[in-house]
């Protein structure tokens, strides 16, 4: 498919528990943008990957989240010991970040709908 | 730091009513703007953007125009329909950032039939 994937769409999950997220974003996108969004609030951000520069890492609430992207392509968000807050959908995006693309927009997943019980 | 800036939402309007939902921006250098919208139950997508200052960005009805004098992106549409409900985010990215975007609280928009 041609747009950002995100899998899975939906997680259900006992508290304590550790979870993964995944994110693939459209080919030769060189930014990835991980967000969080709780029931009627707006973004709110996590973590961003910019080529091969250090990623931002400024919107992790704690150290129990960590990201990491292989090769430049897919991504992955994982939470640790989760708790009831982590509860969210969790938004990726992906842009070219290039050159004359430099104001290219980004391209969202569908999400992953994180239910910590 | 740069910042942008949304009037608080619900925004509440009938349907064939004139809308503007207002963003302000501070940010260093020549940031880019975008609006994003979210339909309800739906990701988050593109609905226009501009680049410099006076430009124009337009889509579906919807215009914002780019003043730097004013650091404002306002959103304008003249005649909304019910399928305009939605939330709106407001956005700016810089070079100075390393291209990061800043967003928006988000309004949310309902139109009444």
């Known amino acids: 498919g041609a747009g950002v994937s995100q899998s899975p769409s939906n997680k259900v999950t006992e508290k304590g528990k550790d979870v993964e997220l995944r994110c693939d974003p459209i080919s030769g996108h060189t930014a990835l943008y991980w967000y969080r969004q709780s029931l009627g609030q707006g973004l709110e951000f996590l973590i961003y990957f910019q080529g091969n520069s250090a990623p931002d890492k400024s919107g992790l609430p704690s150290d129990r989240f960590s990201a990491e992207r292989t090769g430049g392509s897919v991504s992955t968000l994982t939470i640790q010991r989760t708790q009831q807050e982590d509860s969210a959908v969790y938004l990726c995006?992906?842009?070219?970040?290039?050159?004359?693309?430099?104001?290219?927009?980004?391209?969202f997943g569908n999400g992953t709908r994180l239910t910590v019980t | 730091g740069d910042s942008v800036t949304q009037m608080e939402g619900p925004v509440t309007l009938s349907e064939e009513a004139f809308l503007t939902i207002n963003c302000t921006y501070t940010a260093t250098g020549y940031p880019s703007l975008f609006w994003y919208v979210q339909y309800p139950g739906e990701g988050l997508q593109l609905l226009l953007k501009?680049?410099?200052a006076d430009d124009k960005g337009s889509n579906k009805g919807f215009e914002a125009t780019y003043r730097k004098e004013t650091t404002s992106f306002h959103l304008e549409k003249g005649s909304v329909q019910v399928s305009d409900s939605a939330v709106y985010f407001c956005a700016l990215r810089t070079s100075h950032s390393n291209y990061q975007l800043i967003w928006g609280a988000g309004t949310k928009l309902i139109i009444k039939p």
């Open positions: 995006a992906s842009s070219l970040v290039r050159g004359q693309f430099s104001n290219s927009p980004l391209h």
């Open positions: 501009a680049t410099k």
